[in-house]
């Protein structure tokens, strides 16, 4: 069974940063392109980022990129975001999604159940 | 990267088929066979219920089916079930390497 673990979401001051991770077990890791996705509270899911399964490829939404960072470790089976300079408006449960087996980076398939991220003074 | 464009909301009674559409431009539903279905229940994780703009994953009941005409995908659910309440995003992928979700569909069980 996919099983995908997300932690390190909380409360956070504008300006600052932190780092959420994602475990997956119950699959090869280190075969799929992964997502991270957020939802704002009461709002919509809204892509965040992308990574190919090597870390080789990463790409971003418009309104994170240049403060938010991707990253994987195979070797553990993790995935990583990166958020720095927060603003009120990444206030929301970050999920991480894995890909479809199609390999196509464009077909999230299997999701968490999201960590908080809440920024706020 | 504006949202797909998804009707607010949508209702039907147990039994009856219902369908919602997808809006987007070439430049994304029109351009590429990536097109998902996702079902999200309240406080819950979305599920993939269509993917590839057709394609059902194993598990996912034959009432739900997808297809796509020119820049506006659909999803239909025949036979609807009070479980099938729920929110439905579309999403795909677009000519900026990156994806774009709908804005979300509430579906109702009269």
């Known amino acids: 069974e996919v099983q995908l673990v997300e932690s390190g979401g909380g409360l956070v001051q504008p300006g600052g940063s932190l780092r959420l991770s994602c475990v997956g077990s119950?699959?090869?890791?280190?075969?799929?392109?992964m997502h991270w996705v957020r939802q704002a509270p009461g709002k919509g899911l809204v892509w965040v980022s992308r990574i190919k399964s090597d870390g080789s490829t990463k790409t971003y939404a418009d309104s994170v990129k240049g403060r938010f960072t991707i990253s994987r470790d195979n070797a553990k089976n993790t995935l990583y975001l990166q958020m720095n300079s927060l603003r009120a408006e990444d206030t929301a449960v970050y999920f991480c999604?894995?890909?479809?087996?199609?390999?196509?980076?464009?077909?999230?398939?299997?999701w968490g159940q999201g960590t908080l991220v809440t920024v706020s003074s | 990267q504006s949202a797909l464009t998804q009707p607010a909301s949508v209702s039907g009674s147990p039994g009856q088929s219902i369908t919602i559409s997808c809006t987007g431009t070439n430049s994304d539903v029109g351009g590429y066979k990536y097109v998902s279905w996702y079902q999200q229940h309240p406080g819950k994780a979305p599920k993939v219920m269509i993917y590839?703009?057709?394609n059902r994953p194993s598990g996912v009941s034959d009432r739900f089916s997808g297809s796509k005409s020119g820049d506006t995908a659909s999803l239909t659910i025949s036979g609807l079930q009070a479980e099938d309440e729920a929110e439905y995003y579309c999403?795909?992928?677009?000519?900026?390497?990156?994806?774009?979700f709908g804005g979300g569909t509430k579906v109702t069980v009269l």
């Open positions: 119950g699959f090869t890791f280190s075969n799929h392109w």
């Open positions: 999403s795909s992928y677009s000519s900026s390497s990156t994806l774009v």
């Open positions: 590839d703009v057709s």
């Open positions: 999604a894995r890909d479809g087996p199609g390999l196509s980076g464009a077909d999230p398939d299997s």
